[in-house]
């Protein structure tokens, strides 16, 4: 082919282009012969002489898509409600494949006049370039764009509903969720607004199309399901059943934002059901710390960490609990030292009290920080404990000091 610019018959040349787009959106068969001309016929009407076509390509071009999506669209409208979803998804599917090829048959006018003609964060700042309704976009971010402005903003209610509608079954235990289908219809609403598509500095990047159709819907529904389920359990187990059960539905439904939601909203859906199941009750839940501290129960104590773990007042109050718990055990093992024996049974219990009670923050705190602090605290506690009404000086420097003494070999 002729690499030089020359007169083009533009309606000719693209009635043969507009004949392969359309197999190209539809994953119609498009041989090799065929792929390559309509290419050489993108860069022909780009270099045309004596003025290019590429204005007038990416409109007729851009009508064909929007023409083609509101065929779609009408499909969609006609389906039942039975079948939106799954039907939708299949339209999806083929034409988020067919736009990516037709963006590699624009490659030419995507890398020379698109790209070239992009603003930067320069631009921005000093005022040299504006967005405009009339601005090119690469032919793939166009077809995304108009999937969401001529399809997704006109069905989303009717999606949303049922993808919600489907994400409460699979929370209720229904094996017949369409697992697959429903991710890749809210992956739609993620992929139509690809963020390395967006303008720089465009203030609109700060909230995506997906979590203003999808997401906010879903948080909210989200607290809806599990303040009702915080509800139910309450009323009907203990503290310690309730723990176990909220802990086994936020690993389900972590799970389950991580087989139907985009990575973004994982956090945010964490936040929603701890602050639902946990946050909301915290008072019954620091209500029976002591209880369990005093039974030690450690089964507890942990389900009772992972759940507080998130909220530090809640945190800091079981570990105030626990400091208090092992300072009166402490002090209730060096109560009654005998005379004789008393440096060799001060050392020795507390020795017995710090060993048993950091193995318990191993296991139970998972030798968090602010538990070993407790320990420390606590132990320093017993160790500089004054008797009151007796002598005012701490015993323990001179009971340490004998039992030192006792086991320094006499020569």
């Known amino acids: 082919m002729s690499l030089k610019p020359r007169a083009v018959d533009f309606d000719k040349t693209w009635s043969g282009l507009k004949s392969t787009i359309q197999g190209v959106v539809t994953l119609s068969k498009v041989n090799r012969t065929e792929w390559n001309d309509r290419f050489t016929d993108v860069y022909t009407l780009c270099v045309a002489s004596p003025e290019p076509y590429t204005n007038q390509l990416y409109q007729q071009t851009r009508q064909f898509l929007i023409e083609h999506v509101q065929q779609l669209l009408a499909q969609i409208q006609e389906e039942e409600k039975s079948g939106l979803l799954r039907r939708y998804h299949e339209m999806w599917l083929k034409y988020s494949q067919g736009v990516d090829f037709l963006n590699k048959l624009y490659s030419y006018l995507n890398q020379q006049h698109v790209k070239k003609g992009k603003c930067t964060e320069a631009d921005l700042t000093y005022g040299i370039f504006t ?21 997704l903003e006109k069905v989303q209610q009717s999606l949303v509903d ?7 079954k699979d929370r209720q235990g229904t094996t017949s969720v369409q697992t697959t289908v429903i991710n890749g219809v809210i992956n739609s609403f993620v992929l139509v607004e690809d963020p390395k598509f967006k303008l720089p500095g465009d203030p609109s990047s700060s909230i995506t199309f997906y979590e203003r159709a999808f997401e906010e819907r879903f948080l909210k529904d989200t607290a809806l399901y599990y303040h ?14 309730y723990m176990d059960r909220v802990i086994h539905k936020l690993n389900e439904e972590d799970m389950r934002a991580r087989r139907y939601l985009h990575p973004s909203s994982y956090t945010k859906v964490e936040a929603e059901c701890h602050k639902c ?12 710390c002591s209880n369990m501290v005093e039974g030690d129960r ?19 109050v079981l570990a105030d609990t626990y400091e208090s718990f092992i300072k009166r055990v402490g002090l209730t093992a060096l109560s009654n030292l005998k005379p004789d024996t ?21 296991s139970v705190f998972k030798s968090d920080q602010l538990f070993l602090s407790t320990l420390d605290k606590a132990c320093t506690s017993i160790i500089n404990h004054k008797v009151p009404g007796q002598r005012s000086t701490c015993r323990s420097p001179e009971l340490v000091t004998k039992y030192s003494y006792a086991y320094i070999p006499t020569r």
């Open 228 to 241: 009702q389920e915080a509800n139910k359990l309450i009323s009907t187990s203990s503290v310690s059943e």
């Open 342 to 362: 008393a440096h060799l049974d001060f050392v020795e219990n507390v020795i017995i009290v710090h060993k048993k009670y950091k193995e318990i923050v191993s």
């Open 277 to 288: 199941l946990v946050a909301d009750h915290l008072p019954m839940l620091i209500g029976e």
């Open 298 to 316: 450690r089964k507890d104590l942990a389900d009772m960490y992972c759940l507080l773990k998130p909220l530090p007042p809640g945190l800091s």
């Open 131 to 151: 967005d405009s309704p009339t601005r090119m976009i690469e032919m793939g971010e166009l077809g995304l764009e108009l999937w969401r402005t001529e399809m």
């Open 162 to 168: 049922l993808v919600l509608e489907g994400i409460r």
